[in-house]
């Protein structure tokens, strides 16, 4: 037996956010056409953080390697950091949003997340300022029985490269006595 919710976990877990809250701590960060996955730490800070989402910041560029915006306030808990890598999602001091695009370190900062993928964001960020947007990532699954059929189907708005469909497809049961649908009223079960 399957449930969605093992569905949407497995597909998550597929996108390389493996953890024990992934669909609480999944979130998109868009920048212009382009969008990423990312995961929020389970702590003071990333929960803080989530709870502000959706956000949309106009991220001022720094050193060649980083975007920051004030004004986004969160509880700290600040380390110093000897390296930090593309795609970690900061904060400094306690009111200061920070996403890497390239690596740094030798400064304090308390961690927020990390991007699971970075092709292609130093580009999306370009040279100068730029909004960006963050939001909690979005998977709603139907299935569908058609005899001992599953179609299924995903709307997401985690990036493309995240292949939710084909997963979800290749997860499900093809036998109709296998999935029995839990708390999904979009889901139908013909007798």
Do not use: H
């Amino acid at each position: 037996m399957i449930s969605v919710s093992k569905l949407a976990m497995a597909a998550i877990t597929a996108a390389g956010m493996a953890g024990s809250a992934l669909a609480d701590t999944a979130i998109v960060v868009s920048v212009g056409e382009s969008r990423f996955a990312a995961k929020i730490e389970d702590t003071e800070t990333g929960r803080a953080f989530l709870a502000k989402l959706p956000l949309t910041v106009s991220m001022t560029e720094l050193n060649g390697n980083e975007k920051y915006a004030y004004g986004v306030s969160l509880p700290t808990a600040a380390q110093y950091y000897s390296k930090i890598e593309v795609g970690d999602l900061m904060l400094y001091g306690s009111n200061c949003l920070v996403l890497f695009y390239g690596s740094a370190g030798g400064y304090s900062y308390t961690r927020i997340g990390k991007l699971v993928s970075t092709t292609g964001l130093a580009t999306a960020v370009g040279p100068g300022s730029a909004v960006v947007t963050f939001e909690k990532a979005v998977l709603k699954a139907t299935i569908k029985m058609n005899g001992g059929e599953a179609e299924v189907g995903v709307e997401t708005n985690l990036p493309a490269s995240v292949a939710i469909t084909k997963l979800a497809a290749t997860t499900l049961p093809a036998a109709q006595s296998d999935w029995i649908p839990t708390n999904v009223a979009a889901c139908s079960r013909s007798p």
